[in-house]
């Protein structure tokens, strides 16, 4: 039996780093998958012809390197791939109400897209190995 899920999406905010007391290090952040809206089993499609899509939110949790590296290399409206795992979690409130959650525990995130802020720039050529030298 296995708790596997895979998500592409966009990221919906700047990922939100945290340390617990006891030094593990947490970034979150919130990522927005899209499908088309069905009727009848066909797509819906608005007054100018575009399919109508639902889009659905989820909590990512990231912990230690994976999540320092998403914490520096990500930020809203990226596109990224998320390896994971579903986790429920309860707890009581202050009113004594049953509460519960339901993220995913991200193992590997793939950046599908690269930062707003880094678009402009050229690349730098990382592997040279492939040049010849006479």
């Excluded at 066909?42 to 100018?48: F, K, T, Y």
């Amino acid at each position: 039996m296995q708790n596997i899920v895979i998500l592409a999406g966009n990221i919906g905010q700047t990922p939100e780093v945290r340390t617990t007391q006891g030094g593990t290090k947490i970034t979150n952040f919130s990522l927005a998958t899209s499908r088309p809206r069905l009727s009848e089993g066909r797509v819906l499609r608005d007054e100018n012809g575009y399919r109508v899509m639902d889009t659905e939110w989820h909590r990512i949790t990231c912990f230690n390197g994976l999540g320092k590296t998403v914490a520096e290399h990500c930020e809203k409206g990226m596109k990224v791939l998320v390896h994971g795992r579903i986790h429920y979690t309860k707890w009581i409130d202050s009113m004594g109400n049953d509460r519960y959650g339901c993220e995913i525990i991200a193992e590997k995130v793939d950046f599908l897209s690269r930062p707003k802020s880094a678009e402009n720039e050229s690349p730098e050529l990382v592997d040279r190995d492939d040049e010849i030298p006479f």
